[in-house]
């Protein structure tokens, strides 16, 4: 399986963007989707999952309220919409993709698969 995700940007606080995570190959293994961040001079962080069938949503403190993630199963995509975005949020995001069929989904190392990241930058 290859990610591939996309979408992020350049914008100012208060505004909105949508990132999408595609996935190619053995697209069916995936149990669960999420998305990590790594912000400067940060360890990466956890942001968001879900799980195939659309449950077991769950985000991180820092985002709930904020951000929205979704995947769509005939697309084989996983998309993050981020609302409200302040500078803290400034990171390179990660999107994931696991095969593990039950878990916390919380932690990296649940993830068999991981896009390239895309730069998210937020300025006050």
């Known amino acids: 399986v290859q990610l591939q995700a996309s979408g992020g940007g350049l914008v100012q606080a208060g505004d909105s963007l949508r990132l999408s995570c595609a996935a190619s190959g053995r697209t069916p293994s995936i149990n669960a989707w999420a998305w990590f961040r790594q912000g400067p001079g940060e360890e990466r962080e956890f942001v968001a999952h879900i799980r195939w069938r659309g ?24 998309e993050l919409q981020m609302n409200s975005l302040t500078p803290s949020d400034t990171a390179i995001y990660y999107c994931a993709a696991s095969r593990r069929s039950s878990g916390n989904y919380a932690m990296s190392w649940e993830y068999d698969y991981w896009g390239q990241g895309t730069l998210v930058t937020v300025s006050s």
Not at 55 to 78: C, E, L, M, P
């Open 55 to 78: 449950d077991r949503i769950r985000y991180t403190d820092s985002v709930q309220g904020r951000f929205t993630i979704s995947r769509d199963t005939s697309k084989n995509t996983a």
